[in-house]
């Protein structure tokens, strides 16, 4: 392991970047930009009671067994996403634009809409701390659940805006009306994240439709689906025909999660024409995207086969964590997602060391003034190390 001091490096950071927009939360995988937070444990502190433990030294990820705190897909990219981009790689000097509309044009049939209503970036996160930027930059407040992904939040707040957190109710699912009743005139953004990340819950898809059809008329919601395809009738979940309704909804899609892409950083958001306008008046997004992956992700929407067994894989390896915690006498939140989070009796900081020593990489939290494991699903050998770790440390 390294011997630098994580927290003091991560603090050191936050402290010099003080006068730019944004810094990296570096995070070991998803990535919430902003300048951070912690309390006086060292703990990044997103909200009262939404924290998240950092290691006292960073891992050598190259030693761990079990790489599971990314939320990554370990059987990706798809072999057919592999050739498109070695293929492509010779070009990589030439800029994409005409190859990158084919793939918009690609999305929009598979999404039905126009192509007018789609914009590209690398990696959905990307998009959603651009949404942010635009959005607040004459300040305002973003509507979310606590807890949920971070990205669009602490951009929000770093341009200015102040978060109104919806704590979810007692199934993990959003507050829907409590989120609505807390809609004020200085209100910009709804923002759900829906499957929810930390937690790997999902909302009644009938009581969001209506929600977002309804509030949409009053201010812009954004709904992350970045884990959708891990389920199995994901697309009639999906938000994406109230854009075609005329609703102000913003969508957002990645290549990282059920494509494995995660490292080639293609995603897409699907919005009003109107919307997009805001956003793109500022700001490029299919410029991050690179030549080559703008094929793997062409070839990776056809290999309907990769897909199909990613999310088989990915739900054994659910039912195997689950197993493995019932054995245990532990309970956990039922997971739409490639991850589960389920409550620990032990300091998170702690068992982030001992799981380390292991070598085994996973998340931990503090909600509700609970210490929580998130670990994300990795092949089934990687789930099998987790569950022999994880034993052991628990002992």
């Given at each position: 392991?390294?011997?630098?001091?994580?927290?003091?490096?991560?603090?050191?950071?936050?402290?010099?970047?003080?006068?730019?927009?944004?810094?990296?939360?570096?995070?070991?995988?998803?990535?919430?930009?902003?300048?951070?937070?912690?309390?006086?444990?060292?703990?990044?502190?997103?909200?009262?009671?939404?924290?998240?433990?950092?290691?006292?030294?960073?891992?050598?990820?190259?030693?761990?067994?079990?790489?599971?705190?990314?939320?990554?897909?370990?059987?990706?990219?798809?072999?057919?996403?592999?050739?498109?981009?070695?293929?492509?790689?010779?070009?990589?000097?030439?800029?994409?634009?005409?190859e990158l509309f084919d793939l918009v044009d690609k999305i929009a049939v598979l999404e039905n809409v126009d192509a007018k209503n789609i914009m590209m970036g690398p990696?959905?996160?990307?998009?959603l701390e651009k949404t942010a930027m635009i959005m607040f930059a004459e300040g305002g407040n973003v509507v979310s659940a606590d807890p949920s992904y971070m990205s669009l939040i602490k951009v929000a707040e770093a341009t200015g805006a102040s978060w109104k957190a919806v704590p979810l109710k007692e199934d993990w699912s959003h507050d829907l009306q409590a989120m609505e009743a807390a809609i004020d005139a200085d209100t910009k953004l709804?923002?759900?994240?829906?499957?929810?990340?930390?937690?790997?819950?999902?909302?009644?898809?009938?009581?969001?439709?209506?929600?977002?059809?309804?509030?949409?008329?009053?201010?812009?919601?954004?709904?992350?689906?970045?884990y959708m395809g891990f389920l199995e009738d994901g697309d009639t979940k999906s938000m994406v025909s109230l854009v075609n309704q005329g609703k102000d909804v913003i969508i957002a899609r990645t290549f990282s999660k059920i494509h494995g892409m995660a490292g080639l950083?293609?995603?897409?958001?699907?919005?009003?024409?109107?919307?997009?306008?805001?956003?793109?008046?500022?700001?490029?997004?299919?410029?991050?995207?690179?030549?080559?992956?703008?094929?793997?992700?062409?070839?990776?929407?056809?290999?309907?086969?990769?897909?199909?067994?990613s999310r088989k894989l990915n739900a054994e390896c659910r039912e195997f964590v689950y197993a493995?915690?019932?054995?245990?006498?532990?309970?956990?939140?039922?997971?739409?997602?490639?991850?589960?989070?389920?409550?620990?009796?032990?300091?998170?900081?702690?068992?982030?060391?001992?799981?380390?020593?292991?070598q085994v990489g996973v998340r931990a939290f503090e909600v509700k003034g609970k210490n929580w494991c998130r670990v994300s699903m990795g092949t089934m050998d990687e789930m099998k190390l987790f569950a022999a770790a994880f034993e052991k440390v628990m002992v």
């Open positions: 392991m390294s011997t630098l001091d994580r927290r003091a490096w991560l603090k050191r950071g936050a402290l010099t970047a003080a006068g730019a927009l944004v810094m990296p939360h570096l995070s070991f995988g998803e990535t919430p930009r902003a300048q951070l937070k912690f309390d006086n444990r060292g703990r990044t502190l997103y909200s009262p009671f939404f924290k998240e433990y950092n290691a006292a030294v960073f891992p050598d990820e190259t030693k761990l067994l079990a790489k599971l705190n990314a939320n990554e897909n370990p059987y990706g990219p798809s072999p057919m996403a592999v050739e498109a981009f070695k293929k492509s790689a010779h070009f990589g000097n030439r800029y994409a634009w005409k990696g959905s996160s990307d998009l709804v923002y759900i994240c829906n499957p929810n990340n930390p937690t790997g819950s999902m909302t009644d898809h009938t009581e969001l439709v209506d929600f977002c059809s309804r509030v949409s008329e009053k201010v812009p919601v954004f709904v992350d689906e970045a950083r293609v995603g897409y958001i699907v919005a009003k024409e109107t919307t997009l306008d805001k956003i793109q008046a500022v700001t490029r997004g299919g410029m991050g995207i690179t030549y080559p992956s703008v094929f793997a992700a062409s070839a990776s929407m056809d290999d309907v086969e990769f897909k199909n067994k493995t915690l019932d054995k245990m006498g532990y309970e956990y939140v039922p997971s739409f997602t490639n991850f589960i989070l389920f409550p620990i009796e032990m300091d998170g900081e702690a068992f982030l060391e001992k799981m380390t020593a292991q």
